[in-house]
């Protein structure tokens, strides 16, 4: 049987499911995670905080995990408190349970390409029409034409993600307010990728207060390097919070999850520490690239995206046939890296030497 045999939902009927490759190869830089393994005494910490929880398994974990949300919010500042906060498994659960309260059919959502690309998947599986708006050429994007794509759409949903994945540039400011005055529905802010921007650019945290339908999503998995402990979390005004609490399922945050969470957040000196490291590999990679004579775009992010000319999957799979795995976004002429530690860019920098 295959699956256009079972009576699956019509709009599903036909579509591929989110799928980078998980191959094994020695230099795996294609889903932007961190590069670097948790330190001794951070796994020790984290360790003790799942073993205090293993005796009561018996038990449902804090259905509003309380705590959790109260040590995000004082990592985040901004005078924010636990009613501001909601966290869920991975900002891919987040924004499902957002478009779950704020969507849904007979609703729409909007963004703009080239984007993050489970933002329209996760609208096809609530239900909500997806509306893809596009950036300009050079992947910026214009208040004014921003403003218009609303004014054309009037959608219950607006998702902006700054830095923008795949292309790396954080949104300029201006854009976030002119949407969200113009917006009559909830903008989500994608900033996945927030703690790798280049000094000078505001988080659109600075704008809660003045928004009530702003809504940040942030993720444990990139900066933390805790991609396998699947934590996101949002900053919203409180009433948003408590409509999620009308979609999220009962315990849907395990308490192994929510204790090493904790644990994490806790030492995210030790795990932040990453973040310069990374940065500098970046900023190496898309100077180098512009050496060579590649262009690429300004990244605030963990990763670059440059064009190779030509088809990209053929150079796509040139470097991984060197042992370099990256991600083609489905961007002709675009592929996109991931920084990670010196040796894996000493590794991509010498593969794309093939590619000239
Ligand atoms: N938003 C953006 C822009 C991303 O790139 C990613 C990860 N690829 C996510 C959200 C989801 O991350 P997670 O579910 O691991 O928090």
Redesign the pocket.
């Known amino acids: 049987m295959r699956i256009d045999d079972l009576p699956i939902r019509d709009d599903l009927r036909g579509k591929s499911p989110y799928g980078a490759p998980q191959l094994d190869v020695a230099v795996r830089l294609n889903?932007?995670e961190n590069s670097y393994p948790l330190p001794d005494d951070v796994v020790e910490a984290i360790g003790k905080a799942v073993q205090a929880e293993l005796r009561d398994l018996n038990r449902y974990p804090d259905r509003d995990a309380v705590a959790l949300r109260t040590v995000l919010a004082d990592y985040l500042g901004h005078g924010l408190t636990t009613d501001n906060l909601w966290a869920a498994?991975?900002?891919?659960?987040?924004?499902q349970q957002l478009l779950q309260a704020f969507g849904g059919p007979g609703r729409t959502a909007l963004g703009f390409g080239p984007?993050?690309s489970?933002h329209p998947l996760l609208a096809l599986g609530t239900g909500t029409e997806w509306i893809g708006a596009l950036r300009d050429p050079d992947f910026g994007l214009d208040p004014d034409k921003a403003v218009a794509e609303l004014a054309k759409h009037d959608p219950d949903l607006v998702f902006l993600?700054s830095p923008?994945?795949p292309t790396g540039t954080a949104l300029d400011p201006e854009v976030i307010t002119a949407v969200l005055e113009r917006a009559r529905g909830v903008v989500i802010v994608?900033e996945?990728?927030a703690e790798f921007a280049r000094a000078g650019t505001p988080s659109a945290l600075t704008l809660l207060s003045e928004h009530p339908r702003l809504v940040v999503?942030r993720?444990?998995?990139?900066a933390f390097g805790f991609?396998g402990g699947?934590?996101?979390y949002f900053a919203a005004h409180p009433a948003v919070v408590e409509a999620i609490q009308l979609v999220r399922l009962p315990y849907h945050l395990s308490a192994l999850t929510q204790a090493a969470a904790r644990a994490a957040v806790a030492q995210r000196d030790a795990l932040l520490a990453t973040v310069e490291a990374i940065k500098e590999q970046r900023d190496r990679i898309v100077r180098t690239l512009r050496e060579r004579g590649y262009r690429v775009a300004d990244s605030d992010a963990n990763f670059v995206l440059f064009e190779v000319g030509g088809d990209q999957k053929i150079a796509w799979q040139r470097l991984l046939d060197q042992g370099v795995l990256i991600r083609d976004v489905g961007l002709p002429g675009w592929l996109r890296v991931t920084a990670g530690t010196p040796a894996e860019t000493d590794a991509f920098l010498q593969a794309t030497e093939a590619l000239k």
Do not use: F, I, P, W
């Open positions: 889903t932007n498994n991975g900002s891919n659960e987040v924004q984007s993050y489970m993600c923008n994945n994608d996945a990728y999503s993720t444990m998995s990139k991609a699947r934590l996101g």
